[in-house]
Nanobody
Framework: QVQLVESGGGLVQAGGSLRLSCAAS???????MGWFRQVPGKERDFVGG????????QYVDSVKGRFTISRDNAMNTLYLQMNSLKPEDTAVYYC????????????????WGQGTQVTVSS
């Protein structure tokens, strides 16, 4: 059992930065981890993922060059550094854990946090 708690969301001006954190209880290093985001009325979309050891990363095209996913397995924490934020990045951001692989589909993830709101104003 892994429990995940996101933090670090908030309101930021376009062009600004936020760092999201996801604190895990249980051994998160057993899992690939990912960040997803969701806006009301739409599907939960993959943002970025990272392998168990943190050596392989994958991002949705819209955030490449702006967002960086990382993990600190010793601290059992996942991060999403978000730079050059745009209004279209506004969403609830969720961290999640998947078995063994970097997965891009929500149904491939087995544990989820409750989400943290990111709002980017223009």
């Amino acid at each position: 059992q892994v429990q995940l708690v996101e933090s670090g969301g908030g309101l930021v001006q376009a062009g600004g930065s936020l760092r999201l954190s996801c604190a895990a209880s249980g051994r998160a290093s057993d899992y690939a981890m990912g960040w997803f985001r969701q806006v009301p009325g739409k599907e939960r979309d993959f943002v970025g993922g990272i392998s168990r050891a943190g050596t392989v990363r994958q991002y949705v095209d819209s955030v490449k060059g702006r967002f960086t996913i990382s993990r600190d397995n010793a601290m059992n924490t996942l991060y999403l550094q978000m730079n050059s934020l745009k209004p279209e990045d506004t969403a609830v951001y969720y961290c999640a854990a998947a078995n063994y692989i970097i997965a891009t589909r929500p149904d491939e993830y087995v544990y989820w946090g409750q989400g943290t709101q990111v709002t980017v104003s223009s």
